[in-house]
């Protein structure tokens, strides 16, 4: 008998409170990570058997925990890396910049905030489960006036041929406008336009997507410009770009169902939202 999808009856959201929480959420990322989607870690990390990243000891990590796991870091089943504009300009750049030019991002002057390095156990990886995170996110946005948030979203695998359709849907159908459009580093540029409009079903490509990159998109996300091939994590990375006004009007629906709350988004009220990024590094 198949069993029936995980849902969000005892799923709690919470930011990392101490060391102990950010271990278990990188122990996390590298099951995820390195031993499920083949990355390729570093000497430390294999040793460490966690996913060491610079950002961890300046970011907020949300976290996602299954209450029925007991009250240790053991339950403690999926992650987001949350980095402020404040708090990325003092460590000196963001994650994503190693990848793309945000400086349209940058220019633009919202408040931003770069999601990254998402990861959910399997069992985990469902919509009522993952609206659950997403409230959690929407409470750190609300919180810190976040204008626009963007990161990196992956496909496995280094192959663009195997994903010329996602890749040309994507920019045909979802690209950023071009004051908010990152743009892969001329050094790594990989065009995103490699077969015409009319020769792929849309909606069968848009089927295809990874669930994260397909989350993002029907919540009212853009793409930037061009993709990225990163080899140590065996992926091919996209810029993903979301106003935090764009959260579609279902999805405002759904959260004030189950809130009740409201917040104060750019000048006026709208009903306490969530936004959502990385399934495999950022």
Known sequence: MTEAPIGADNISVRLAENQEDIEAAQRLRYKVFYEELNATPTEDMAKARRDINEFDNVADILVVTDDRLGEGTENIVGTYRLLRQEVAEKHGHFYTSDEFDISPLINSGASLLELGRSCVLEP?????????????????????????????????????????????????????????????????????????????????????????????????????????????????????????????????????????????????????????????GS
């Open 124 to 280: 985990y990886r469902t919509r009522p489960v993952l609206q659950k995170m997403w409230g959690g996110i929407a409470d750190y946005v609300a919180e810190h006036n976040i204008g626009l948030m963007f990161g990196c979203a992956s496909f496995p695998g280094t192959d663009v041929n195997a994903i010329a359709e996602q890749l040309s849907y994507m920019r045909h159908y979802h690209l950023a406008s071009e004051n908010l459009c990152p743009r892969a580093l001329d050094s790594v540029y990989i065009d995103m336009d490699i077969v015409p409009k009319d020769s792929y079903d849309a909606k069968r490509v848009f089927a295809s997507l990874p669930p994260l990159i397909k989350g993002y998109l029907r919540l009212g996300a853009y793409i930037g410009d061009g993709a990225y091939v990163d080899e140590q994590w065996d992926s091919i990375d996209v810029c993903i770009v979301m106003p935090t006004h764009l959260v579609t009007e279902k999805y405002f629906k759904h959260y004030q169902r189950k809130t009740e709350k409201q917040i104060m988004i750019d000048g006026t009220f709208a009903e306490k939202h969530p936004s959502r990024i990385r399934e495999a």
